[in-house]
């Protein structure tokens, strides 16, 4: 009899669970989807390396999925508070003809479980669909085929499904606990009268609205100057400070916009008096102030979803972009020799002390070092791998040395200004390295690259880093002048070709000069060693090698700091940047899920409350379209305050992020900012129709 009552209940009131039902849905979808993922690795076509990070992957969303668990718990609990509010004059009624109170809390834990399963199906079925969505999406982000003959594979995990319904299963539990708890301790009289229950005004007094929100405005103004000077590449009392500032000044913000809004439009007469703006802007005033707490939250949430995607994803693409620059050798072997610092001076490696005596007998000569080195290891043949070779050495003139310093006051320039607080602080005291224009053009030549040419008296300054690039353009531009060991030197071009095949942009800056302007006593800080191969057989067979003379600890070998090889390059850089951009949708999506969520719960709440005040509107008059133009603009408004103001802190925050991202590539922040939008407004989108929809029910009945 009460499951059959439950039943009933749930089918009549199928509207009021709507918004519960998709914010449950969703979330069932978006666990199973990534929890699912490990299996994709039976059919997919992974590498050893694109393996060993996906594994990877599967642990780090294990971790976050507990995360997002207490998420969903607290946004399952809160969507059913709505819908016990909603119908606490129905569980009175139900006392009030003789039914007993265990029943009646029986009755809505049932209701609790009956949506939550009906939620639950076919949210796994939805989720089903977007872990072969993601399937295909792994496989391009991954570059891994799928491994079946017809291109296309079936996902299925039984280990997420067994999570996503525990964990669901138990989320269910607690809420219909917690309702039936609700419904038992509440007195009848309460149940009764708790439509006309009102929240109280938090802050009544207009002028102190006004300086209020004038004080959030310059807190939050603060906060951003001191993100944007101090940046985030370490941690400082500067960014502690605007983030506590962007906090106080979001709650400030809304704990005072009622006020300012209501006071903004008045002075305004002819909008202010027009249609129901004044009915529109009382409820807003009246919903903001009570609620500035919970918007305030939503806000900084919504912050944290977009700045998140949007900085992993830019990583993601920051390190596809820069892939093709900085792989233009099959393979790359570099030798660090030592350190220089303006205060310290030289310093050489100890890891590479013990191979010194090889390197000197060999003449520094890499190419002969390795292929002596693979002769004596029995690692194979070097010269059958090998195309061709091409060596850059980078040289410091210790006595006379060129630092950064330097070429900031030859140039008149500022690093620290171009490059925002992507630089160390002590960058200054660091030197720029000289190279040889003859290796250079060897390099080039080898990558199938323009060489440089320089004039007498001239030298060119080389930097595969968009730190940097933007300093050393404007060096050109200004015809800068180096000292050079001695000479005075014109910086008469910039390139910014990388001289290796590298994970992602190493070199901030090197003076390419005639070989005549090296100094002989000049020193060797590295060398790299750049090669083509063949084949891409000869590649793997190479980097076996490399690997080889690196691995050993005979004396009489090379030193070898590190080795790439492109194939290496490829499938580590888009595997870790691939794992940061799951992780960054995976969070953003679940928190603007429960940001809308708590919204639309908060404004279906709110229309439920005032049924009356919208049905007097009707008997002075009001025609049924302009009342609903007067909802539509609560809600709209209601939705948009919080999320424009996370996109302005967002758009602050991703100024910074782009410094931060310029480590791996550049970063393009247009076209990645409308993706983002485009997949926050959809989700975020839905929430809001629902959530009018919804409403326009509730005042209509």
Not at 190 to 207: F, G
Not at 547 to 576: G, H, I, K, M
Not at 578 to 602: E, W
Not at 655 to 666: L, N, P, S, Y
Request: charged share 15%; hydrophobic share 50%.
């Amino acid at each position: 009899m009460l499951a059959r009552l439950a039943l009933g209940n749930v089918r009549k009131s199928i509207a009021d669970f709507g918004i519960y039902f998709l914010t449950v849905l969703l979330g069932v979808a978006v666990f199973y989807a990534f929890n699912s993922m490990a299996a994709q690795q039976g059919v997919l076509a992974f590498s050893e390396t694109q393996s060993k990070m996906f594994d990877l992957l599967g642990m780090v969303i294990g971790g976050v999925s507990v995360f997002i668990a207490f998420v969903l718990v607290f946004l399952v609990v809160y969507a059913n508070r709505f819908l016990v509010k909603r119908r606490k004059k129905e569980f009175g009624l139900y006392l009030m003809l003789g039914m007993r109170t265990g029943d009646v809390v029986r009755i809505v834990a049932l209701e609790s479980l009956i949506v939550g399963a009906a939620s639950l199906v076919v949210g796994l079925a939805v989720g089903v669909g977007l872990s072969q969505l993601l399937l295909y999406v792994t496989s391009a982000l991954f570059q891994a085929d799928v491994a079946a003959a017809s291109g296309f594979a079936f996902v299925f995990s039984a280990d997420a499904l067994a999570k996503t319904v525990a964990v669901f299963a138990a989320i269910f539990v607690l809420a219909a606990l917690l309702n039936a708890r609700t419904v038992a301790k509440a007195r009848l009289i309460d149940l009764m009268h708790a439509e006309s229950r009102v929240e109280d005004m938090k802050l009544t007094s207009l002028p102190l609205s006004l300086v209020l929100f004038a004080v959030s405005v310059c807190v939050i103004g603060v906060s951003y100057k001191l993100l944007v000077d101090n940046g985030l590449m370490e941690p400082s009392p500067e960014f502690a400070a605007a983030t506590v500032l962007v906090c106080v000044g979001t709650v400030l913000f809304f704990y005072a916009l009622s006020g300012f809004l209501l006071k903004l439009v008045q002075l305004v007469r002819p909008l202010y008096l027009r249609g129901l703006n004044m009915f529109t802007l009382r409820q807003l005033n009246a919903k903001v102030n009570t609620t500035f707490a919970t918007l305030s939250i939503v806000c900084l949430t919504l912050f944290l979803a977009i700045t998140s995607v949007c900085g992993g994803i830019g990583i993601r693409n920051a390190v596809e972009g820069s892939l093709e620059k900085g792989t233009a050798y099959s393979a790359s072997a570099v030798s660090v020799f030592g350190s220089f610092d303006a205060e310290a001076g030289y310093a050489a490696d100890p890891a590479i002390e013990p191979y010194v005596r090889f390197a000197e007998e060999q003449g520094y000569d890499m190419a002969a070092g390795l292929r002596k080195s693979a002769e004596m290891l029995d690692a194979g043949d070097f010269d059958a791998l090998v195309r061709d070779t091409a060596q850059v050495d980078q040289y410091v003139d210790v006595s006379d040395a060129l630092t950064m310093g330097d070429v900031e006051a030859a140039s008149g320039l500022s690093l620290a200004d171009t490059a925002g607080m992507s630089v160390n602080p002590g960058y200054v005291r660091y030197p720029v390295c000289l190279t040889k224009l003859s290796q250079v053009n060897e390099a080039l030549e080898l990558a199938g690259k323009e060489p440089i040419e320089l004039g007498e008296g001239e030298c060119a300054v080389m930097s595969d880093s968009d730190i940097t690039s933007e300093f050393y353009r404007d060096m050109v531009e200004r015809g800068t002048v180096l000292p050079v060991s001695g000479r005075d030197l014109r910086v008469a071009r910039f390139s910014g070709e990388s001289l290796m095949t590298v994970p992602f942009p190493l070199n901030t800056g090197t003076v390419v000069v005639s070989d005549d302007a090296v100094p002989d006593d000049a020193v060797i800080l590295q060398s790299t060693l750049d090669v083509q191969c063949a084949s891409d057989e000869d590649e793997r067979a190479l980097g076996e090698l490399l690997a080889a003379v690196s691995d050993t600890n005979d004396p009489d070998t090379w030193p070898l700091s590190n080795t790439f090889t492109r194939a290496e390059v490829y499938e580590q850089s888009l595997s870790l940047s691939t794992v940061v951009a799951y992780l960054a949708i995976y969070l953003g999506f679940v928190l603007v899920i429960a940001c809308a969520a708590i919204l639309a719960i908060q404004q279906l709440s709110d229309a439920s409350d005032n049924v009356r005040r919208y049905g007097l509107l009707r008997k002075l008059g009001a025609p049924e379209g302009m009342v609903n133009g007067a909802l539509f603009a609560q809600v709209l408004v209601y939705f948009l305050f919080p999320l424009l103001l996370a996109v302005a802190h967002a758009c602050c925050a991703l100024a910074v992020v782009t410094d931060v991202v310029a480590v791996f590539g550049h970063l393009d922040i247009g076209s990645m900012a409308l993706t983002c939008a485009a997949c926050f407004l959809a989700v975020y989108g839905a929430y809001f129709a629902v959530t009018y929809l919804g409403a326009r029910r509730m005042i209509r009945e």
